[in-house]
C-alpha cells in the first residue's frame, strides 16, 4: 500500500472515531450539575425566565432529539452557538486552536533539545556518573506533577529573578509568541522528557551491541559519526512511538498548563465553558481534541514507517 493510500484509509477511521467521542461528550456533557439558562441568568434566574431560556435553546427537548439537531449542525460544519459567548462555538475553537498549537509543538520541541543529549550522555558512559545522574533525573520529573512544575517555573523566573519571561498571556508576533510561550513549553517539556530520555537510552545501548555499530567503529570511523549517523539514526525509531503518543496524552493535558499560565487557548475555554454549562461549546471543544490526537498518532506512524523502511504501509 502507498503511502497516499494508508493516509487516507487512516483519516477513514477519524469518521467512527469522531462519531463515537460526539456521543460520548454530549451526553457526559449533559450529566454534569448545573443549568445553563440559570447559570447565565445569575439573580434574575426566575423559573418563568430559565423555562423561556431553556425552550429557545432547545434544552427542554428529550436528548436524542437535542442529539440529532447537533448532528445535523455538524454534518454542515456547525457547531452550534455558544450560550455564553453567543457566537459560533466553531469560530471560538477556531480562534484558540493556535494558542494551543503553538503550546504543543513548542513543547515537543524543547523536550527533544533536551532528551536527546542527556540521552547521548548517559549510554555513552554506561554506569559511570554521568550515566547515575541522567538516570535520576528522569524519576525526579516524573514525581512532579505538570502543573507544580509550571508554578515553580512561576514563581523563579516570572517573580524573583527580575521578571525574565511574563506570567502570563500569548504574546503578540513570533518572537512575542516565543517569549511568553516559553515557560508553559518548558513545563510541558520538563514533563515528556523524562520518558523520552529513559527510552532513548534504552533503544541506544541496544543499538550500541548491534554488529553494524562494530563494523562501523571498525572501519575507523569518527565516534561523532557512528553516534550520529549509525546509532542515533536507528535508536530513534522506538523513540518517535513513544513521543507519540506522549503528544496525544499532552492534548488534553493543556486544560491544566494553560489555566496555570492564563493562556487563552483550547484548554482555557474548555474549563470556562463547563464552569457555564456551555454545551455547545464544550463539544466543539472536545473534536477539536479528538481530531488532534487522531492527527498525532497517524504522523506518528507515517513517521515510524518512513524512518523504518522494514515497515510497510499495511
Not at 88 to 116: D, Q
Amino acid at each position: 500500500m502507498s503511502l497516499t493510500g494508508y493516509v487516507g484509509r487512516r483519516l477513514l477511521h477519524l469518521v467512527p472515531v469522531t462519531l463515537g467521542v460526539t456521543i460520548l461528550c454530549f451526553f457526559l456533557i449533559h450529566l454534569v450539575p448545573g443549568d445553563p439558562a440559570r447559570t447565565i441568568l445569575g439573580n434574575q434566574a426566575t423559573d418563568q425566565r430559565v423555562a423561556l431560556l431553556r425552550h429557545e435553546w432547545g434544552l427542554d427537548r428529550p436528548l436524542p432529539v437535542q442529539y440529532g439537531k447537533f448532528m445535523e449542525r455538524m454534518a454542515h460544519g456547525d457547531l452550534g452557538t455558544s450560550l455564553f459567548y453567543n457566537v459560533s462555538a466553531g469560530h471560538l475553537v477556531v480562534e484558540r486552536l493556535p494558542v494551543t498549537l503553538w503550546l504543543i509543538m513548542f513543547g515537543t520541541l524543547l523536550s527533544i533539545t533536551i532528551a536527546v543529549p542527556l540521552a547521548l550522555v548517559a549510554a555513552t558512559r554506561r554506569d559511570g556518573v554521568p550515566d547515575h545522574a541522567v538516570r535520576a533525573v528522569p524519576l525526579i520529573g516524573l514525581g512532579f506533577p505538570p502543573f507544580w512544575l509550571g508554578i515553580v517555573l512561576l514563581l523563579v523566573f516570572g517573580l524573583h529573578l527580575g521578571r525574565l519571561f511574563p506570567v502570563g498571556g500569548y504574546g503578540v508576533g513570533f518572537f512575542g509568541h516565543l517569549h511568553s510561550m516559553f515557560l508553559p513549553a518548558l513545563t510541558v517539556a520538563l514533563a515528556i522528557s523524562p520518558i523520552l530520555i529513559r527510552s532513548l537510552r534504552a533503544s541506544l545501548l541496544e543499538v550500541f551491541e548491534a554488529d553494524y555499530i562494530t563494523t562501523a567503529r571498525s572501519k575507523g570511523l569518527p565516534e561523532r559519526r557512528v553516534l550520529g549517523r549509525h546509532a542515533l539514526r536507528n535508536a530513534v525509531i522506538s523513540t518517535v512511538s513513544v513521543l507519540g503518543v506522549n503528544i496525544g496524552y499532552l492534548v488534553g493535558g493543556t486544560l491544566v498548563i494553560e489555566a496555570v499560565f492564563a493562556l487563552p487557548g483550547l484548554g482555557q475555554l474548555m474549563i470556562n465553558s463547563i464552569n457555564q454549562r456551555d454545551f455547545p461549546v464544550v463539544q466543539g471543544v472536545t473534536l477539536a481534541f479528538a481530531v488532534m490526537v487522531v492527527v498525532v498518532y497517524l504522523l506518528t506512524d507515517v513517521a515510524h514507517a518512513l524512518l523504518d523502511p522494514r515497515v510497510r504501509f499495511e
